[in-house]
């Protein structure tokens, strides 16, 4: 165990401190997908099939069952149990308008961290690419100061150091991207499910 962290050790000198930035955002990259696929979790986003029963049964005229299975936090249950109530208030163009602007709000909150997710997925090659440029020019300054003495040796373990940082950037940017391609298809698809669910509430007889 103590040799591995010598090794880890190692590599973080070599890398300089554009490898602990990464290290860093690393970490928060990974809190970041934690804490967003919980948020998601708990806002109902990979359960959408008790929202549309209720809306069938809203559909069928069964108003008590509808609202019995819409109860919850949930966006979509909150959405639609919102439909409902509004469908039967006010009049059916100004209904749906406030329909959308409250599914509208209820869904640009649940987009909380993707842009986090988005702009580390952008940073993080950058920075990783930005290493290894300064350690590829630190490499070539030893090459040029070790004049005819010059040890190809000296110039690969240099390239080597400098190549961990681009390494460690894709290493951040590939999970950030593909979480936050994820998250958004969750969204997607819940944003189709709560349109689809207040249509048929506003088409119910």
Do not use: C, N
Request: charged share 20%.
């Amino acid at each position: 165990m103590t040799a591995r962290y010598d090794v880890i050790e190692a590599l973080f000198a070599r890398g300089g401190p554009i490898l602990m930035l990464l290290a860093g955002l690393s970490v928060l990259t990974m809190a970041v997908i934690l804490w967003k696929a919980l948020a998601l979790a708990a806002s109902g986003a990979f359960s959408r099939r008790p929202v549309a029963r209720a809306a069938a049964a809203y559909a069928q005229g069964d108003r008590a069952a509808a609202i019995a299975v819409a109860q919850g936090a949930a966006v979509g249950k909150t959405v639609l149990r919102a439909a409902i109530d509004l469908r039967e208030r006010l009049p059916q163009g100004k209904a749906r308008e406030e329909v959308e602007r409250i599914a509208r709000e209820a869904l640009d909150a649940q987009r909380g961290g993707l842009r986090l997710l988005e702009l580390i997925g952008t940073l993080a090659p950058l920075l990783g690419l930005l290493g290894t440029v300064l350690g590829m020019i630190a490499a070539f300054q030893g090459l040029e100061d070790a004049g005819s003495r010059a040890d190809p040796a000296l110039l690969a373990g240099g390239i080597w150091e400098a190549l961990l940082t681009t390494a460690a950037g894709m290493g951040v940017a590939i999970p950030a991207l593909a979480a936050h391609s994820w998250f958004e298809s969750v969204l997607d698809r819940l944003t189709a499910s709560i349109e689809s669910a207040a249509t048929r509430v506003f088409t119910a007889p």
